[in-house]
């Protein structure tokens, strides 16, 4: 199987930055996308970002120009750089991965998630 742990959350004021990082390990033969998800309080949980295995990128609206996906294959890992950030941006974010796996002689595609980490912003 795969696992996918995060890093980097915490809690930063109105306007700073945040680095999250999310290593994938395990049975992986291949990634395809990987992507960060975030869920406020009471509220669905939502893309902010996906790079794709050529390295391109699709962010949510309200963080275009702020926050930068990228990712470094030959480690696993993907990264999400937050900033210039607000309030609204309070969440937990999850890492997501669509991996190809090879376990016990066959191939499987799944997507995992990571643990999620906290990011709070305050005004």
């Known amino acids: 199987q795969v696992q996918l742990v995060e890093s980097g959350g915490g809690l930063v004021q109105a306007g700073g930055s945040l680095r999250l990082s999310c290593a994938a390990s395990?049975?992986?033969?291949?990634?395809?996308?990987m992507g960060w998800y975030r869920q406020a309080p009471g509220k669905q949980r939502e893309l902010v970002a996906s790079?794709?295995?050529?390295?391109?990128?699709n962010y949510a609206d309200s963080v275009k120009g702020r926050f930068t996906g990228s990712r470094d294959n030959a480690k696993n890992t993907v990264y999400l750089q937050m900033h210039s950030l607000k309030p609204e941006d309070t969440a937990v974010y999850y890492c997501n991965v669509n991996t190809l796996i090879y376990s016990g002689g066959s191939y499987s595609l799944d997507d995992y998630w990571g643990q999620g980490t906290q990011v709070t912003v305050s005004s």
């Open positions: 395990g049975s992986i033969f291949s990634i395809n996308a």
């Open positions: 790079i794709t295995d050529g390295g391109s990128t």
